[in-house]
């Protein structure tokens, strides 16, 4: 596989976070040919003569940060080979479909300051694209002829589907718990970051369930960090609307947390917000602090899933540039 030319390179770099990049700098030469290699096995996944390629090729450009392909390459050190280089590619469609159908199923105009598949190419088209990139994922892991990575994408792809699910149950439920609450956020978002880990570690060896456990805690705290940044905002730096969870009836920890000292918020009738009201519940979910609360438990795991990586047989190098990702899912905007 041939990696992108050095220009789209740098400009696809320069859309990065900083933590990001700062993994890629100290990991030195291996770290960004690998991930070079799924960049362009995601291309080659992608492309073809289907009517679907187009928005594929912008779903595929569209800014994302690649965080999971890395830590199946991290998870795997410095030997990682084609059977890590693999599983990154089929993870980051894995990933991929779930936004695609994601932003289908909450009707969701932005994503990463662009518009979504859904809104620019219809509902058809970007469930179509969904399967297509879903499809794909597995199509590359058969071809790899590794088993055991088939067996944990699948049980992975369907925990995220329960957690969709859960997610769906649970929507306008102001009853919701914490427990319900972390209960689907480890099936919709933990576990794919954990599979990542899992993949990467297996594909060299090496015991694989510490990892797996950094990467289902880094997983929850991301989307601890998603939800403060859907009531936070600035859409200018999230790339997504504010309150999109408040308008499609998701119970978010800021949102149990801040109903706690919020009378109002308690009461809140989710079925009735508009843009208009949404924004003014974000603004009231703020004020009660709850924000800096989440924010608190998601670096809470992130030092749980670092203080995990210790004395598990990782290279020293290994473990420092997992703890700068993990670093990162909690410092950043998009
Ligand atoms: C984004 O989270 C969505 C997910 C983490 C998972 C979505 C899962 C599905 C649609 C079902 C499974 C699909 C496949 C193809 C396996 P979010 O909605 O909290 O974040 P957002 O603000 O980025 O939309
Ligand atoms: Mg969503």
């Known amino acids: 596989m041939n990696p992108r030319p050095a220009d789209e390179e740098s400009s696809r770099r320069r859309s990065l976070p900083e933590p990001v ?6 990991a030195g030469d291996w770290l960004p040919a690998r991930m070079a290699e799924v960049e362009a096995g995601l291309l080659e996944a992608v492309q073809g003569d289907s009517e679907l390629a187009e928005d594929a090729i912008r779903t595929l450009n569209a800014g994302g940060k ?5 830590l199946v390459l991290l998870c ?15 993870v980051e469609l894995i990933h991929m479909a779930s936004l695609v159908h994601d932003d289908v199923l909450d009707r969701a105009p932005l994503r990463r300051g662009l518009p979504t598949v859904y809104a620019s190419s219809g509902r058809g088209r970007a469930t179509a694209l969904g399967d297509r990139l879903f499809s794909t994922a597995f199509k590359v892991l058969v071809e790899g002829g590794d088993a055991a990575a088939v067996t944990e994408v699948s049980a992975t792809a369907v925990d995220l589907a329960r957690g969709e699910l859960k997610q769906r149950e649970g929507a306008f439920d102001m009853d919701l718990t914490e427990t319900d609450y972390f209960d689907r956020c480890a099936l919709k978002t933990g576990r794919l970051f954990e599979a ?10 090496g015991e694989e369930a510490p990892v797996g456990l950094f990467g289902h805690r880094i997983g929850l705290a991301f989307q ?26 998701t119970v978010t920890l800021p949102l149990i947390f801040a109903a706690r000292f ?27 602090g709850a924000l800096d609360e989440v924010r608190n438990q998601a ?6 899933a670092k203080a995990g990586l210790i004395e598990v047989g990782l290279e020293p190098q290994q473990r420092e540039l997992l703890e700068l990702i993990a670093d990162g899912v909690v410092q950043r905007y998009s």
């Open 21 to 26: 990049t700062a993994v890629t700098d100290t």
């Open 66 to 70: 690649r965080m999971r392909p890395m």
């Open 76 to 90: 795997a050190g410095p030997e990682a080979g084609a059977a890590a280089v693999r599983a990154g590619i089929a």
């Open 196 to 205: 990542a880990c899992v993949l990467g570690r297996a594909s060299t060896g």
């Open 224 to 249: 601890l960090l998603d939800d403060v940044l859907d009531i936070a905002g600035p859409p200018e730096r999230t790339g997504k609307a504010r309150g999109t969870d408040l308008l499609d009836g």
């Open 262 to 288: 919020d009378p109002a918020l308690a009461a809140l009738d989710m079925r009735s917000l508009d843009e208009a009201s949404a924004a003014i519940a974000c603004d009231r979910i703020e004020a009660t």
């Open 299 to 304: 670096i809470e795991l992130i030092e749980e």
